[in-house]
């Protein structure tokens, strides 16, 4: 997670969104932060970010069971 370089607030961005916004701007302190980030180290990074979401859904289901929802 990527907290805002000015005020650091943890901004809970997706790696998708960053890709597709190479821009965005923060919405505490509305600071403009540019990602600059090489698309292979980004392939990477978005597989793994996957991969962990992936096993939390898992996880979510393995336990649905057992854990009370409203
Ligand atoms: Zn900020």
Known sequence: MLPCPS???PLGL???F???NPACQCPKCGVIMK???DPKIFKNAIAK???AQQNIE????????IMTTK
């Open 49 to 51: 970010v996957r991969e």
């Open 18 to 20: 960053i890709i597709k």
């Open 7 to 9: 005020c650091r607030t």
């Open 14 to 16: 997706e790696l998708d």
């Open 58 to 65: 898992k996880l979510k289901k393995q336990y649905s069971n």
């Open 35 to 37: 990602f600059n980030v």
